[in-house]
């Protein structure tokens, strides 16, 4: 059973465009959703996160949006460059210490 | 400070052979996750450990699977006998908090 699902899979953008990642949560109990970065032949490093008291967070071109009554969240990279290439993974964890739950990631692709 | 370090980056090895990942998390961190990356089935967590002590294991797949800290600087990833459903990359996170996981670069397994 997968508790966080991602979308889409793979995503091509045309330079200058904005890239939109979906997901979905079923767990009424996650409280922290952060979303990473991996480029090829690295660990994954974390982009951006949010919690579920506020319902959008900005940092730069990144932008989490967050709809704590549909238990969706969605990562919005706005004008898209080719070095946002990457696989983005957004996660989910509950409180105290638990670990992070991952969605399958996305691979985005930016063309010039 | 040198990151997260896992070593080997790349093993090849033939089934049935043992095959040992070996992780040292960043100074100061108290908790020590690894994750399987596959193409399938995205990022997985197998273990994770809190001060030194394993917390959970039920994501390691099976017995073949086993995983130890023997101190705060250390630990490794052991699978006896592999098997090439194995193959994967596996990673090795290190935090303080949950908020932040700081990954390696990982170690490309392939069994063949």
């Known amino acids: 059973q997968q508790q966080v699902k991602q979308s889409p899979q793979s995503l091509i953008v045309q330079k200058g465009g904005i890239s939109i990642i979906n997901c979905a949560y079923e767990n009424t109990a996650f409280d922290y959703f952060p979303w990473y970065q991996q480029f090829p032949g690295k660990g994954p490093a974390l982009l951006i996160a949010i919690r579920p008291d506020v319902s959008e967070k900005k940092e730069g071109r990144f932008t989490i949006s967050f709809n704590k009554s549909a238990k969706q969240f969605s990562l919005h990279i706005m004008d898209s460059q080719p070095g946002d290439s990457a696989t983005y993974f957004c996660?989910?964890?509950?409180?105290?210490?638990?670990?992070?739950?991952f969605g399958k990631g996305t691979r985005l692709s930016v063309i010039a | 400070d040198a990151g997260v370090i896992q070593s080997p980056r790349h093993e090849v090895t033939e089934m049935g052979q043992e095959v040992t990942l070996r992780c040292k998390p960043i100074s100061g961190h108290n908790s020590l996750f690894w994750y399987r990356q596959t193409m399938m089935r995205g990022l997985e967590l197998l273990i994770y450990?809190?001060?030194?002590?394993?917390?959970?294991d039920s994501g390691m797949p099976e017995d073949r699977f086993s995983a130890k800290m023997p101190n705060a600087s250390f630990s490794t990833l052991k699978i006896q006998p592999s098997e090439p459903r194995d193959s994967a990359v596996y990673f090795c996170a290190s935090s303080v908090m949950r908020e932040k996981l700081f990954f390696g670069s990982g170690t490309q397994l392939s069994v063949l």
């Open positions: 996660a989910a964890s509950k409180g105290g210490n638990t670990p992070l739950v």
């Open positions: 450990f809190n001060n030194n002590v394993p917390i959970d």
